[in-house]
């Protein structure tokens, strides 16, 4: 693996038109303007895909694997998200989505739905009664994570140190079919059908593991065409492993609900996630006990790689999910699941370390005379966060001036002002 930090949005220059659309709902104001051109500041960019659905020219795009990796494996295994199951109409059974996903060139094809049952077991049946942090903030959306490591690093130690249901699920399908090929694993491939651009990131850079068991992601749009054209011509697959419960995980809440908590808050979208978080750091919100973030609107429903209209999806999961059995739970599943998690199968392995980008200079006195400066700038803007200037905030463009990043940043609104102040005056 590469050392150099793989990012999953990419911009298509060409396709810009300099609209300052993307600057508005980037997050971490990892876009500028230069030269007529959006810019992606790679070090703060976390792959939500906010601008990829913004942009009206398509001038963001993610990368992705194609179907081709499958030849890289002497075996290979699907793990298609359960967001998948939310694309089709109800009349779609599981089983055919399942078939018709195998048929993409897979060997075996295996549901989340195990590793989202293993997490629910140990998180309500042994983190929540640990004495951590609180509130428990849930690992399984990677855009958060890296929001997290960004702007809220106080709030790192609140992270359950869980993997997420694809990590989980791809390990086990790997040692079965070690067990059942006699192959190594290295000869196994796992790809994951992804809704999600942050998911791809974060497989090639894990956060809280040293590798991913996840050999590849494809992006669901990429290959809903051809799952469509195959459903007809497929026998369903007979062996289900959703719940109702691990079928609502996609869904904002379908985690909190799954885990049993009783106090628990459930925020989909990233800027309201982001007020959430401003409200935890500040210590606002004391007795809460598990809070469920999501990037995109309604959950993973609403990824960027998607094809179905985020609520319609969620309708269809859900009626799904009335279809299923409930999961059984039993003493000596709990058990081994618990074990799993202090064996250090299934928990996160290495510490999430802060990024401290939003830092002014290595220096705290540089720093802190760096921030004296912004102040200052600010003084002379109109604070309007226009835009016009390539910077997404008035404050951004002042740091933008202070690190040295934007040389010849001009703030066209003040500009204006003072041209007809004094023409007035003439």
Same mark, same amino acid.
């Given at each position: 693996?590469?050392?150099?930090?793989?990012?999953?949005?990419?911009?298509?220059?060409?396709?810009?038109?300099?609209?300052?659309?993307?600057l508005?709902?980037?997050?971490?104001?990892?876009?500028?303007?230069?030269?007529?051109?959006?810019?992606?500041?790679?070090?703060?960019?976390? =792959?939500?895909?906010?601008?990829?659905?913004?942009?009206?020219?398509?001038?963001?795009?993610a990368v992705?694997?194609? *179907?081709?990796?499958?030849?890289?494996?002497?075996?290979?295994?699907?793990?298609?998200?359960?967001v998948?199951f939310?694309q089709?109409?109800?009349?779609?059974?599981?089983?055919?989505?399942?078939?018709?996903?195998?048929?993409?060139g897979?060997?075996?094809?295996?549901?989340?739905?195990?590793?989202?049952?293993?997490?629910?077991?140990?998180?309500?049946?042994?983190?929540?009664?640990?004495?951590?942090p609180?509130? $428990?903030?849930?690992?399984?959306?990677?855009?958060?994570?890296?929001?997290?490591?960004?702007?809220?690093?106080?709030?790192?130690?609140?992270?359950? =140190?869980?993997?997420?249901p694809?990590?989980?699920?791809?390990?086990?399908?790997?040692? =079965?079919?070690?067990?059942?090929?006699g192959?190594?694993?290295?000869?196994?491939?796992?790809?994951?059908?992804?809704?999600?651009?942050?998911r791809?990131?974060?497989?090639?850079?894990?956060?809280?593991?040293?590798?991913?068991?996840?050999?590849?992601?494809?992006?669901?749009?990429?290959v809903?065409?051809?799952?469509?054209?195959?459903l007809?011509?497929?026998?369903?697959?007979?062996?289900?492993?959703?719940?109702?419960?691990?079928m609502?995980?996609?869904?904002?809440?379908?985690?909190?609900?799954?885990?049993?908590?009783?106090?628990?808050?459930?925020?989909?979208?990233?800027?309201?996630?982001?007020?959430? *978080?401003?409200?935890?750091?500040?210590?606002?919100?004391?007795?809460?006990?598990f809070?469920?973030?999501?990037?995109?609107?309604?959950?993973?429903?609403?990824?960027?790689?998607?094809?179905?209209?985020?609520?319609?999806?969620?309708?269809?999961?859900?009626? $799904?999910?009335?279809?299923?059995?409930?999961?059984?739970?039993?003493?000596?599943?709990?058990?081994?699941?618990?074990?799993?998690?202090?064996?250090?199968?299934?928990? *996160?392995?290495?510490?999430?370390?802060?990024?401290?980008?939003?830092?002014?200079?290595?220096?705290?006195?540089?720093?802190?005379?760096?921030?004296?400066?912004?102040?200052?700038?600010?003084?002379?803007?109109?604070?309007?966060?226009?835009?016009?200037?390539?910077?997404?905030?008035?404050?951004?463009?002042?740091?933008?001036?202070?690190?040295?990043?934007?040389?010849?940043?001009?703030?066209?609104?003040?500009?204006?002002?003072?041209?007809?102040?004094?023409?007035k005056?003439?």
């Open positions: 693996m590469s050392n150099k930090y793989f990012h999953s949005v990419i911009l298509e220059e060409d396709r810009c038109i300099g609209c300052t659309s993307c508005k709902v980037c997050p971490t104001e990892a876009i500028r303007l230069r030269d007529g051109k959006a810019r992606i500041i790679g070090e703060k960019c976390i =792959d939500c895909g906010e601008c990829i659905r913004i942009c009206p020219n398509h001038a963001k795009s992705a694997d194609s *179907l081709s990796i499958t030849k890289k494996f002497a075996y290979t295994i699907a793990i298609p998200s359960m998948l939310g089709f109409n109800s009349k779609v059974k599981i089983g055919e989505m399942l078939a018709a996903v195998k048929s993409l897979f060997d075996e094809v295996y549901e989340p739905a195990l590793g989202a049952e293993i997490i629910s077991a140990v998180i309500s049946n042994h983190i929540l009664k640990k004495d951590a609180r509130p $428990l903030i849930n690992s399984s959306c990677p855009a958060i994570l890296r929001l997290i490591q960004i702007r809220f690093p106080d709030l790192l130690p609140n992270i359950i =140190d869980i993997e997420t694809i990590e989980i699920t791809a390990r086990i399908a790997k040692q =079965d079919a070690t067990r059942k090929t192959l190594d694993m290295q000869d196994i491939g796992v790809i994951f059908i992804s809704p999600c651009t942050a791809v990131t974060s497989i090639r850079n894990p956060l809280g593991i040293k590798k991913s068991y996840v050999d590849g992601v494809v992006s669901m749009k990429s809903f065409g051809e799952i469509l054209r195959n007809n011509n497929v026998e369903p697959e007979n062996i289900i492993k959703s719940t109702s419960s691990s609502m995980w996609p869904i904002i809440g379908g985690q909190s609900k799954a885990i049993g908590s009783e106090n628990y808050l459930a925020v989909d979208g990233i800027g309201e996630v982001i007020k959430v *978080l401003e409200e935890i750091e500040m210590g606002k919100l004391e007795g809460l006990e809070f469920e973030g999501t990037a995109c609107l309604g959950g993973c429903v609403g990824g960027p790689l998607t094809i179905e209209n985020p609520f319609i999806s969620r309708n269809r999961i859900r009626i $799904l999910a009335k279809e299923l059995p409930m999961p059984e739970h039993t003493p000596e599943y709990i058990e081994e699941a618990i074990r799993m998690y202090n064996d250090g199968l299934v928990r *996160l392995t290495e510490q999430i370390e802060p990024r401290s980008i939003m830092r002014l200079d290595k220096d705290i006195s540089k720093s802190m005379k760096k921030m004296e400066m912004i102040k200052e700038i600010l003084k002379y803007l109109p604070g309007l966060d226009c835009g016009v200037c390539g910077a997404p905030t008035c404050k951004a463009f002042a740091e933008d001036i202070v690190k040295g990043e934007n040389p010849r940043s001009v703030c066209i609104v003040k500009t204006m002002e003072n041209f007809r102040n004094k023409k005056n003439s």
